[in-house]
């Protein structure tokens, strides 16, 4: 499945490893994905991924 959140779409991001000597070799920065379970309208649960960052968002939102 893909690394990807199920409500926001945060996904992959490219980046550097930038060693001491300067030298340049790519990377990849996963977001912090957790499964969740949610209940849906018609009583049912399913597990989806979310991510972390939006778990936050939305205890803070309530």
């Known amino acids: 499945m893909a690394r990807r ?3 926001t779409g945060k996904g992959p991001m490219v980046g550097n ?3 001491h ?3 340049k070799t ?3 920065f996963l977001p912090n994905l ?3 379970r949610v209940t849906l309208e ?3 649960t399913r597990k989806i991924k979310v991510a972390a960052s939006t778990l936050r968002t939305m ?4």
Do not use: E, F
């Open 42 to 44: 018609d009583g049912t």
């Open 59 to 62: 205890k803070k939102n309530g």
């Open 21 to 23: 000597a300067n030298n």
């Open 26 to 28: 790519k990377r990849r």
């Open 5 to 7: 959140c199920a409500l």
């Open 17 to 19: 490893n930038v060693s």
């Open 34 to 36: 957790r499964v969740v």
